[in-house]
């Protein structure tokens, strides 16, 4: 591991809105604030608002300079990447957010059932050679519904076409109900103040003239369980700049 990672996360050891839960670590001990978010960090009754695989950071610490009558978690498995956003919000004092680093497949140990009231999933791999690693499959929607309040929201937003056909396909086979769904975020049919918030690679994609799908919705584990779709979707021309070189 570089010096410059080794510093990342001797400085993150000392940020007090940072909590660093790998796998390993939680075979050793169980997580404190499950179910004590509220109580015992934020010291509000705020909803709370996470972002799955966050990366550096910048769409939580952008919504929750946006909304500081919310509270915002990332998360993510990369601590050298969390550093970013958990050095911004610390410098900035900001009191709504915190950062996680820790695998989205224990989502169950780090919050108690209903603890969540929203989930972000912002730009994440598509995963189009397999479905069990899709960050919308009914893998992971299970995952987010032990969390998830009833009635919660998760938020996809992502500059792959073929994740947001996968996605809308999946959430129109389970009967899942749509709050938003856009494959031009920006085409000025929308105002909202999440249009404000762009991560860098997400205005890189812009000026390439890449389209940014958004897509909201209500999840609930129908009768039979979820279904997924059985479709043929075109593959992405290309790899985003945060998963790969571009393909020209």
């Known amino acids: 591991m570089g010096k410059n990672k080794l510093a990342k996360f001797a400085e993150m050891e000392t940020f007090p809105h940072v909590f660093q839960y790998p796998f390993a670590r939680l075979q050793q001990e169980d997580f404190p604030l499950r179910g004590r978010w ?6 509000n009754d705020h909803p709370i608002v996470l972002e799955l695989g966050c990366g550096k950071g910048e769409y939580t610490v952008g919504l929750g300079e946006v909304y500081p009558e919310k509270n915002f978690i990332g998360v993510d498995v990369k601590g050298a990447r969390i550093w970013t956003g958990a050095k911004a919000s610390h410098e900035a004092g900001m009191s709504n957010v915190a950062f996680l680093r820790g695998e ?3 989502l169950g140990r780090f919050f108690a059932p209903g603890e969540v009231d929203e989930i972000w999933i912002t730009f994440p791999d598509p995963q189009m050679k397999k479905v069990t690693k899709r960050l919308t499959s009914s893998r992971f929607l299970l995952r987010y519904l032990e969390a998830l309040k009833p009635g919660g929201i998760i938020h996809l937003k992502t ?3 073929f994740l947001y056909t996968y996605t809308k396909a999946f959430v129109t086979l389970n009967a899942q109900e749509i709050i938003t769904d856009t494959d031009d975020l920006y085409s000025g049919a929308y105002e909202d103040k999440i249009l404000g918030i762009k991560t860098y690679y997400e205005r890189q994609w812009l000026s390439r003239g890449l389209t940014i799908k958004y897509l909201s919705f209500r999840p609930a584990l129908p ?4 279904v997924e779709p059985d479709i043929e979707i075109e593959p992405d021309s290309y790899r985003s ?8």
């Open 38 to 43: 509220r109580e015992d960090f934020f010291h």
């Open 104 to 106: 989205i497949e224990s």
């Open 159 to 161: 500059d792959s076409p």
């Open 223 to 226: 009768a039979g369980g979820f």
């Open 241 to 248: 700049f945060s998963r790969s070189r571009r393909v020209q």
